[in-house]
């Protein structure tokens, strides 16, 4: 048997894949984890940078990074909260690979966008590659429906996916507002490619625009022509990307079930990327901000099974002891990428950073950068 070292390591965040959303080890020396002092020198590490830092944290980032975030937030409202801060000059993006590259897309081009650990991707932005993208667009057209499609992407993918739903008229989405996107979409054609999580397309046709599950299919970017005939691929209003996130995609209804015979008057709230049946099982669906905002205003005493990410559902079960909220399945699980960035990796960023060596800077070239960009306007400006 032949083992592929370089595609095993890269798993472990070695080596490069400049396909994938995994990039690179880290140069230099990361100090150890072991470390009694990285607190203090993050913390110092900071005050020497003041103003011209800004870091940024994602929701499901570690509560050893969070509590470093100027904002915390989801990835639209932290690529939001980068373009409004021209004055830094470092971003320190506490999240993913695609996030980072969204900052850097709409910030200027004085700013220099960091992302403290390189192998921090997104399995969900690498079910989607640009060469796969381009080829779905080939069999659409070679079903001579392409002119009839209007592509969506999920924030969640890279900027040469952008970037490509920018040239051929089409728009980016967020979870907020998906639904808006494909009201969107469907004013200018007469079919969607949704990519790259399928869950986030399906939920969103069928479940907020009155669309059936016979008017969507699954096209695989692994098997010939998507694995579809070309009257299948004719028929479908929704052609849904074969993606999805491998955390919210492990919620399932046995989970919804399980927690609801444990727990009485439990609400069931998930996130749209979990799987149709667990979201028709739930009783609320929506984005991470959304499930911040419902856990907020809840009333004392009410009990919540949350179906997203663990480190979010610890932070807010800390921050309301006076209600009852727990992981909506019984095996927990953080998502492995966001995790990556951990104290040392940003310790070792900032330090880097103060002795005036900018390392892991995340750049998109400035094609790929303008039409991304269009492709994120036009979000920007939905209704
Ligand atoms: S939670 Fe899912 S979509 Fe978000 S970064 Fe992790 S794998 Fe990607």
Redesign the pocket.
Known sequence: MTIDIDNTLLLLGRGSDPASERGVSCPGELPPASDPALVERARAAKQALGDRLFVLGHH?QRDEVIRFADVTGDSFKLAQEAAARPQAPYIVFCG?HFMAESADILTTGDQQVVLPDLAAG????DMATYDQVEECWEVLEDAGIAGDVVPVTYM?SSADIKAFVGRHGGTVCTSSNARRALEWAFARGSKVLFMPDQHLGRNTAVLEMGLTLDDCVVYNPNRPDGGLAPDELRDATMILWRGH????GRFSKASVDEVRSRIPDVNVLVHP?CRHEVVRAADHVGSTEYIIRMLDQAPAGSAWAVGT?LNLVKRLADRHLDKTITYLDKTVCF?S??NRIDLPHLVWSLESLVKGEVVNQITVDEETAHYARTALDRMLALP
Do not use: L
């Not at 997104?122 to 932005?125: F, I, N, P, T, Y």
């Open positions: 499901y993913v997104c399995s969900m932005a969640n996130c491998s955390v919210h990327e990410e998502c990428t966001m």
